[in-house]
């Protein structure tokens, strides 16, 4: 069996801990984030599957770290912050995260969201490693899209989107 791997990229030790005990009860692999001035290269490093991200973080703004990993990778990544504002959660959904949970949360609440994006996510995930059509190559694996070799900057909606519609090719929406 895999355990999913989570990575939590958060300053407060406590919550930290707390985190990754309830991953770890949930059966999950909880992991915790030690080097932040290198956040970007270790999170990559790890590859892990889904990502709890925190908006006050030292050395990076974690929303401009959301911004600087989605021009990599396509990992799930959940802002998981105290920053209670319209402003900063759609920031973050436009940077391309995949939910927004304000401190202090349920924990019920909180493992149920994740649950919830790791089964999309798992569901979502090809045995094929490629997709090709009209000049547009994603590579599963890394999650990497390409079109006529240029590389593709895209939120983990517009992948998601892309690769439903060439894996289904023939179907035909009508309004």
């Known amino acids: 069996m895999i355990v999913m791997r989570i990575l939590i990229v958060e ?3 406590d919550l930290c801990q707390e985190l990754k005990l309830l991953l770890d009860n949930a059966g999950y692999d909880g992991m915790i984030l030690k080097d932040f001035e290198h956040a970007k290269e270790e999170i990559l490093a790890l590859c892990p599957d889904l990502v709890l991200l925190d908006i006050t973080i030292p050395f990076m703004n974690g929303e401009l770290l959301l911004k600087e990993l989605r021009k990599e990778t396509q990992i799930p ?3 998981v912050t105290s920053q209670n504002n319209e402003v900063d959660e759609v920031l973050s959904m436009s940077y391309g995260a995949d939910d927004y949970i304000t401190k202090p949360f349920k924990l019920a609440v909180f493992l149920s969201r ?3 994006l790791l089964r999309r996510s ?3 995930n090809q045995s094929d490693t490629e997709l090709k059509s009209n ?3 994603i590579q599963l694996l890394k999650q990497e899209v390409t079109k006529d070799g240029v590389p ?3 939120t983990a909606s517009e992948y998601k989107l892309l690769c439903l519609f060439m894996e ?5 929406l009508s309004p």
């Open 11 to 13: 300053d407060d030790q």
């Open 77 to 79: 990544i959940i802002m």
């Open 114 to 116: 994740v649950n919830a």
């Open 122 to 124: 798992e569901n979502f």
């Open 135 to 137: 000049g547009i190559q």
């Open 152 to 154: 593709l900057d895209l």
């Open 168 to 172: 289904n090719p023939n179907i035909v």
